[in-house]
T-cell receptor, first 112, second 114 residues
Framework: ETGVTQSPTHLIKTRGQQVTLRCSSQSGHNTVSWYQQALGQGPQFIFQYYREEENGRGNFPPRFSGLQFPNYSSELNVNALELDDSALYLC???????????FGPGTRLTVT | AQSVTQLGSHVSVSEGALVLLRCNYSSSVPPYLFWYVQYPNQGLQLLLKYTTGATLVKGINGFEAEFKKSETSFHLTKPSAHMSDAAEYFCAVTRSYNTDKLIFGTGTRLQVFP
């Protein structure tokens, strides 16, 4: 059974640019959630996708958007990057057998 | 609204000593509570969870936590610390045991000295 994977591992972008982060959910999982973890902080919920539809959103501006594909993998897109977007972005998938959320290793985004 | 407070951003113990990491929650509905561990440059790994039933929950790596509704607490303990326990620990709450969003605390960094 393959766990949650994320790509890329690290990314450096310039302020104002756009970025796309990817997540492959664990086999059999149809729900994906994205979290932002700033340095020294706990993860903050960005949004969740269930069967390709957004199923809840945290307190993040619209320039944070996402997609979920038919195979339940997901993308997080961030437009007009700001310095404060520098963080570890975590993806978590969950299925219906126990609803437990399984986290990927994260993508470290640095905005300069 | 739900929230989590982790008392002590840093905790240091000697190898073999008791580990106690504190977590208090606020929730208007019966909470579901979790402890996650994060090793450097890695994602989060679930240590244990409380949903319903027995209030003393045992997890992986010898950790356990007790849900105390009267104290709104869910403290994490381990009788004897090991060097490999050094990591960041996060307490989290959610409204229900499904795929609802997790609300995390700010974390406690555990250092273990030989």
């Amino acid at each position: 059974e393959t766990g949650v994977t994320q790509s890329p591992t690290h990314l450096i972008k310039t302020r104002g640019q756009q970025v796309t982060l990817r997540c492959s959910s664990q086999s059999g999982h149809n729900t994906v959630s994205w979290y932002q973890q700033a340095l020294g902080q706990g993860p903050q919920f960005i949004f969740q996708y269930y069967r390709e539809e957004e199923n809840g959103r945290g307190n993040f501006p619209p320039r944070f958007s996402g997609l979920q594909f038919p195979n339940y993998s997901s993308e997080l897109n961030v437009n007009a990057l700001e310095l404060d977007d520098s963080a570890l972005y975590l993806c978590a998938s969950a299925g219906t057998e126990n609803y437990e959320q399984y986290f990927g290793p994260g993508t470290r985004l640095t905005v300069t | 609204a739900q929230s989590v407070t982790q008392l002590g951003s840093h905790v240091s113990v000697s190898e073999g000593a008791l580990v106690l990491l504190r977590c208090n929650y606020s929730s208007s509905v019966p909470p579901y509570l979790f402890w996650y561990v994060q090793y450097p440059n890695q994602g989060l790994q679930l240590l244990l969870k409380y949903t319903t039933g027995a209030t003393l929950v045992k997890g992986i790596n010898g950790f356990e936590a007790e849900f105390k509704k009267s104290e709104t607490s869910f403290h994490l303990t381990k009788p004897s610390a090991h060097m490999s326990d050094a990591a960041e620990y996060f307490c989290a709450v959610t409204r229900s045991y499904n795929t609802d969003k997790l609300i995390f605390g700010t974390g406690t960094r555990l250092q273990v000295f030989p």
